[in-house]
């Protein structure tokens, strides 16, 4: 199970986020926790009011809101009724079994995985804290709720996906070396990755210190159509003995690399492939405007996805590449669509990449494992207080139901008088 945390103050866009996607067929709203009515019985407004009327008990903290994202791995076949059980588990797993929840199954990726849209304020107007809730009591919850639902433990998963190690090699050694070395490389990503240009093949090799030169413009190499396979350091720096593509027996030349595109592009996998990195840039930046660059391709490697960007000597941002290490499939940014492009990012993204860093103790990390199939009964979901349904999902008056601890005390009016003369 892959845990993910997102926090913010925009509670209407992340929800707004996931009925977009039932509303498009993609995702189903399985479970109201703590909600007066089934989850098929709510409206949208009457979904945002019951979780907005206890946003307006504190108004003071700022960062209200928590989305989470959980993920199953593809070969794992979970009923809504697992999904909803497993839900109820994490929430309280990590305290927040007495808040309000809608849980929606999304079905536009390639693994089962599901979301959740809650708020870390109480009902009584006081908060739950945020620091380090990725870190310590969702990683903890996640481990138990693997042995509980006797799920794929996480590291058992990761283990499995990330088995080729970069090259690490130097000039000095040989021909013989670097050609077995980059062949290592080779093997792996041509039989594996799905890949449609040269570009998005060198994102690939690059994450393994190798890249497919075919020479500039007007070269001898790119006249005759050749590659050259180099070792790359960690700089990126051309190092050791270029290897010609006819060198290997395996014949990694431009001929047959046009054909590995095209049967690649037709891959009936790949648009499905495609959403998987779609669902986790929107994800990752849906409602938020203080996400940087940086801090997106860091939560993006978190979820198995690498981001390669191209910059001009002025350091402006011209072209990104996506590769996604668990689905193996690699993309351009403009593939994806103009708001996944290079331009599109820029644009979602703030420019200050020091601006995450003041905001660090507003926000929390994520956590990462991947899981398998279970079934675990629970207990079905109560309100806490006896509210009356129409006061818990009609929309919230400013001022309404605000906790005593937090209202100003009213200041007394001084009696006038007059003085005669």
Do not use: W
């Not at 079905?380 to 006061?391: A, F, I, P």
């Amino acid at each position: 199970m892959v845990a993910v945390i997102h926090t913010s103050s925009r509670l209407r866009a992340v929800l707004q986020y996931n009925e977009n996607k039932l509303e498009q067929g993609h995702a189903e709203c399985i479970s109201a926790i703590n909600y007066p009515k089934d989850a098929d019985a709510l409206s949208f407004d009457q979904k945002l009011n019951r979780i907005q009327r206890q946003l307006a008990l504190n108004k003071r903290t700022k960062v209200n809101t928590v989305h989470v994202s959980l993920n199953f791995d593809p070969s794992e076949k979970l009923s809504k009724e697992q999904l909803a059980e497993i839900s109820k588990a994490y929430l309280k797993g990590i305290g927040f079994e007495k808040q309000p929840a809608l849980v929606y199954e999304h079905r536009d990726a390639g693994h089962p995985h599901v979301h959740i849209v809650t708020t870390n304020i109480k009902a009584d107007g006081s908060r739950i804290s945020l620091h380090n809730l990725g870190k310590n009591q969702s990683e903890k919850t996640r481990k138990e709720i693997e042995i509980d639902f006797g799920l794929v433990k996480a590291q058992d998963r990761k283990a499995q996906e990330f088995n080729l190690k970069p090259v690490s090699i130097k000039a000095e050694y040989g021909k013989s070396e670097t050609k077995k070395a980059i062949a290592n490389v080779l093997d792996k990503v041509l039989n594996e990755y799905k890949f449609t240009t040269m570009g998005e093949l060198n994102a690939v090799l690059n994450q393994y210190n190798v890249a497919a030169d075919i020479g500039s413009e007007g070269s001898r190499i790119r006249k005759n159509n050749g590659i050259l396979y180099r070792v790359l350091d960690k700089d990126g720096n051309r190092v050791g003995v270029p290897i010609k593509a006819s060198d290997f027996h395996f014949k990694p030349t431009h001929r047959n690399l046009k054909v590995r595109f095209l049967y690649n592009e037709m891959n009936p996998n790949r648009t499905k492939d495609s959403l998987r990195i779609r669902n986790s840039i929107d994800f990752t930046l849906y409602g938020k405007q203080n996400v940087s660059l940086p801090r997106l391709i860091n939560i993006l490697e978190k979820d198995g996805i690498d981001t390669v960007i191209r910059k001009n000597e002025e350091g402006q941002l011209y072209g990104i590449t996506y590769c996604d290490h668990r689905t193996r499939s690699v993309f351009n940014g403009s593939a994806l669509g103009k708001q996944y492009s290079a331009k599109g990012i820029a644009e979602r993204c703030i420019e200050d990449p020091f601006y995450l860093h003041q905001q660090k103790s507003q926000r929390i990390g994520m956590e990462i494992g991947q899981a398998g199939n279970a079934y675990h009964a629970g207990n079905g979901s109560s309100l806490e207080n006896d509210k009356s349904l129409d006061s818990l999902l009609s929309p919230v008056k400013d001022g309404e139901n605000m906790p005593h601890q937090l209202k100003k005390p009213k200041r007394k009016k001084q009696k006038g008088f007059s003085m005669g003369f």
